[in-house]
């Protein structure tokens, strides 16, 4: 990291560039896709005519671009903070050449304190103090290490998380705890850090909290999750799985439903969890994602994961066998995706329609081209299990489908042919 003098120094973090222009943002506006544009930049791209988000190239089902003011307030932050060096490359709004612009930080002394303020608890200063901390490590990797070795700073950011019931400050720490540890080269250490939080401060977060620190939350909750002991501690604390679930099934931004997605299958081991999931209607919510055609590939992996995994209980095949919808979107979807998803996807119509042998299950398969489809998987280069899947259910869609044809021609041996 670059200093000069006490000054530390910081680089322009990529989430302040405009994808297009490269700028950092003046106005950022997000599109329907979730991702965040200079509101001149976007503007020119629409008004030339095209119909597509240019950083995924998928096609727009709404051109509305709304303000991203949680991303604005940060940048007005950090141009506030800043200050360009005159021999700096930063110098020239034209320089785009390189991501390590040097720039001179906030003031070391306000850092320092903030952080002292956290370690001694000091009360009364956490908000402003973890605000403070917040900007800074977003300036830069090297201000995310500057935080962390500072001495006793983890430790008390912890114990702040876990007795302390401000929404306020509860938001500042999940928020810390997120970006930290997706910035640091040392992410290991830090989670065994994060083994220590109490999870009802998750509760918290989750139902008052803002939908950035309630995704942050999701995130954090996935990454402790990792552990028997720790996952318990999750499942066992009252409302977070609900919270959990309301988070997935009530949200339609996309970095929610991922979020919340991954924490239900880091936490959806045991057969309580599934059977809970059950109840809340994951299988409902299954259906109004694998049915929405404007839905993203990896979220798609995501819900048909989690469905195989609760198709491995009784319960689980029951309630997806009853929702003809659910069979048929998965079928629907196999080949399309990923092969992730279609593996997943080939998981729980084996579940339903071999091992369960729900005759439902089958037929809902059988009316959505499922013979076909598994053959076509059969045939790809899959793994040898989902060979060995589609194998068995060819062997169960066929003689399902002599079954319906000897039903059939029973019923028509009265007329006479001519």
């Excluded at 200079?38 to 005519?49: A, K, P, V, Y």
Aim: with cysteine; proline share 2%.
């Amino acid at each position: 990291m670059a200093r000069h003098k006490n000054d530390l120094y910081v680089t322009v973090p990529s989430l302040f560039r405009c994808p297009i222009s490269m700028d950092v943002m003046k106005s950022p506006v997000s599109l329907c896709t979730g991702v965040t544009y200079d509101r001149s930049s976007i503007t020119t791209w629409l008004n030339s005519g095209h119909n597509t988000c240019p950083a995924t190239a998928q096609i727009l089902h709404s051109t509305d671009i709304i303000p991203n003011l949680t991303l604005r307030s940060l940048i007005r932050c950090w141009n506030n903070s800043l200050l360009v060096l005159p021999d700096s490359p930063a110098a020239s709004s034209h320089n785009r050449q390189s991501e390590s612009i040097t720039f001179s930080a906030v003031d070391a002394k306000q850092i320092l304190l903030s952080l002292k303020n956290v370690v001694d608890k000091k009360s009364e200063f956490y908000s402003t103090s973890l605000s403070s901390i917040l900007e800074f490590t977003m300036f830069s990797e090297e201000n995310v290490e500057f935080v962390l070795n500072y001495e006793g700073f983890m430790t008390a950011i912890v114990e702040v998380f876990n007795e302390f019931a401000g929404i306020e400050v509860l938001e500042l720490a999940i928020l810390l705890f997120d970006y930290i540890v997706f910035e640091s080269r040392e992410k290991q250490k830090l989670i065994v850090e994060l083994y220590r939080c109490s999870t009802s401060p998750f509760v918290t977060i989750l139902r008052k909290g803002k939908l950035n620190s309630r995704i942050s939350s999701a995130k954090v909750l996935e990454l402790i999750s990792r552990t028997d002991e720790t996952r318990n501690k999750i499942i066992q604390q009252e409302n977070l799985l609900v919270e959990l679930f309301n988070l997935l099934n009530s949200e339609t931004d996309r970095k929610a439903v991922d979020a919340a997605l991954s924490a239900l299958i880091s936490v959806t081991t045991s057969k309580f969890v599934k059977t809970e999931l059950i109840r809340f209607g994951i299988v409902k919510t299954g259906v109004q994602i694998l049915w929405n055609q404007d839905q993203t590939g990896p979220i798609i992996e995501k819900m048909m994961k989690l469905l195989e995994i609760v198709s491995t209980c009784t319960e689980g095949r029951n309630a997806i066998s009853e929702d003809a919808k659910c069979v048929t979107g998965i079928i629907d979807r196999l080949m399309k995706v990923s092969d992730i998803a279609t593996e997943h996807g080939i998981g729980v119509i084996h579940s339903v329609c071999y091992l369960s042998r729900d005759r439902t299950a089958r037929d809902a398969a059988m009316r959505s081209n499922g013979m076909t489809k598994v053959l076509l998987v059969m045939q790809s280069d899959c793994s040898g299990r989902v060979k060995q899947m589609c194998g068995e259910l060819v062997k169960v869609f066929r003689v399902n489908s002599k079954s319906c044809l000897a039903s059939y021609e029973t019923r028509m041996s009265h007329i006479t042919p001519y």
